[in-house]
Structures are given as structure tokens and as C-alpha cells.
């Protein structure tokens, strides 16, 4: 067998961050089981292009204000 095959611990050092050793950790996963899913109205209102620019208007004018003052 060669060593290519053998499961021995590396001897590179890794990087720290995501792929780091905190990578080898389990991520906790979040339980969204008992979630609330949205209705037809609340996806209604989402996929609607007239509420949607609605929306972005006040959200700018919201913006416009904070900047004037």
C-alpha cells in the first residue's frame, strides 16, 4: 500500500477561518419545521410588481429623509 492510501493525519498546516480547524467542527442546523409558512395573500403581495415598487418607494423616500437631515 502506498501512503497516498493510508488515512494519516497532515502534517500542512491549515488555514484559519472556514476552512480552518473550526471547519472540522459540526455546524449546528437550524429546526425550522415548526415554521410558519407564508399564505397565498402574503405570496401574492411578494410576487406583485405594484406592491413591490410601492415598497421601494417609501423605502427611498425613508432614505432621502435620513440623508437630508
Known amino acids: 500500500m502506498s501512503a497516498m ?3 494519516a493525519p497532515s502534517t500542512q498546516s491549515t488555514p ?3 476552512s480552518g480547524p ?3 467542527e459540526p455546524q449546528p442546523v437550524a429546526d ?3 415554521a410558519p409558512l407564508p399564505t397565498r395573500r ?3 403581495h ?3 410588481i405594484p ?3 410601492v415598497r421601494f418607494a417609501v423605502f427611498n423616500a425613508r ?3 435620513i440623508i437630508r437631515h
Do not use: D, N
Request: glycine share 4%; no cysteine.
Open 22 to 24: 473550526a471547519a472540522e
Open 51 to 53: 406592491a413591490q415598487l
Open 63 to 65: 432614505i432621502v429623509k
Open 46 to 48: 411578494r410576487r406583485s
Open 42 to 44: 402574503t405570496l401574492r
Open 16 to 18: 484559519s477561518g472556514p
Open 5 to 7: 492510501t493510508e488515512s
Open 32 to 34: 425550522l419545521s415548526s
